[in-house]
């Protein structure tokens, strides 16, 4: 999620957990906690200028559920060593740094990036994908009762709020979770219509909301997508299909880039040539043109691809058209969906 959203939630969990006297300045030191994690960006940034690495390394060690703990411990305990605050009520401080830091990669893994729950252990990166990376309706439960908390301090108000606030946005939670499962039903039976039953897919909301979403299955030649919306959308799901350079991305799957990618983002890859290169796009993050994530691995072409460098690609998007019409496509079905996977142009070269 946002940094703000985690320094919020992780300012909610600790002035919920502290005393009441230490709650405005468990605020502060919440909102701290709960943006340290994403600090890793700072010594990957010095450790590689390799984009797939920055990318696939982000959200490992300081997102760990088998790290996190040690590293909350001996916070605790570095501040008890000190005097202050977390002296006078240890046990209550324990647990709010603990929860301010576990929580982190928890509320993380309900997105689609990945996030590495279990690092080192090589288990592929969680991503529940059931929110978007930034959803107001999350976080503005947890903005309201952290400014109740800060206005009131240690009046009991203070704490009923943050209960309320931590109570409301883990509701969202749950919620998103439903709505996901509600729209997977609905592609599935899309899906096994085209003969796609047992087709590897995933489904995340698009930007902002939890009631229209993406959904993506792979195919042999490339992938289809579709939406759903569930304030408008009736019947069966329409997919688009879509080419990907299946036999290109088979000649290159052996390449460090190639598998590292692929282990990170499950294998949802859209393979297309531009300008001798390959470039290899995370079909996860964005729709169908634009996409977050595309690096270019490897130059020649058919039979005779070579390794390069991995280089993250930019070319014009097409997002604002995309966000122009999400809040319409909300709540109003297109006129003429289509029928299920209709072809699309393939991938430019």
Not at 108 to 134: E, H, K, N
Not at 151 to 173: D, F, T
Not at 200 to 208: I, L
């Amino acid at each position: 999620m946002d940094s703000i959203t985690q320094m919020l939630l992780g300012a909610a969990v600790t002035a919920a957990i502290a005393p009441p006297g230490h709650r405005r300045a468990a605020l502060l030191a919440g909102a701290a906690l709960g943006t340290l994690p994403d600090l890793d960006v700072l010594p990957i940034a010095l450790l590689t200028d390799n984009p797939v690495e920055r990318m696939t390394w982000h959200r490992g060690l300081t997102h760990s559920l088998l790290v996190l703990p040690l590293v909350a411990w001996a916070i605790w305990a570095w501040f008890r060593s000190r005097g202050g605050r977390v002296t006078e009520a240890p046990r209550r401080w324990f647990w709010a740094i603990q929860l301010a830091l576990l929580t982190h990669p928890l509320l993380d893994a309900f997105t689609v990036y990945g996030t590495q729950l279990l690092w080192p252990l090589p288990v592929r990166p969680v991503m529940w994908s059931s929110v978007f990376i930034i959803d107001p309706l999350y976080t503005v439960w947890l903005l309201l009762a952290c400014a109740a908390a800060c206005w009131a301090g240690p009046r009991r108000v203070a704490g009923h709020a943050l209960a309320a606030g931590l109570a409301l946005s883990s509701l969202y939670l749950g919620a998103s979770l439903g709505a996901k499962a509600m729209v997977e039903r609905e592609a599935s039976r899309s899906l096994a219509s085209l003969g796609l039953a047992d087709a590897p897919r995933f489904s995340v909301p698009m930007p902002f909301n939890i009631l229209l979403w993406r959904v993506v299955a792979m195919t042999p030649d490339g992938f289809v997508e579709g939406e759903r919306s569930l304030a408008a959308d009736h019947g069966p799901m329409a997919f688009r299909r879509y080419r990907s350079d299946v036999d290109a991305l088979r000649d290159v799957e052996a390449l460090p880039a190639v598998r590292e990618l692929a282990w990170f983002n499950h294998g949802f890859m859209k393979a297309e040539r531009r300008q001798g290169h390959l470039v290899l796009s995370d079909l996860r993050m964005g729709a169908e043109p634009d996409y977050t994530f595309r690096f270019a691995v490897a130059e020649g072409g058919s039979g005779a691809w070579r390794a390069i460098p991995p280089e993250q690609m930019e070319w014009p998007w097409e997002s604002r058209r995309q966000l122009a019409g999400l809040w319409q496509r909300i709540w109003e079905a297109p006129t003429h969906p289509g029928a299920a996977a209709t072809n699309a142009a393939t991938p430019g070269h």
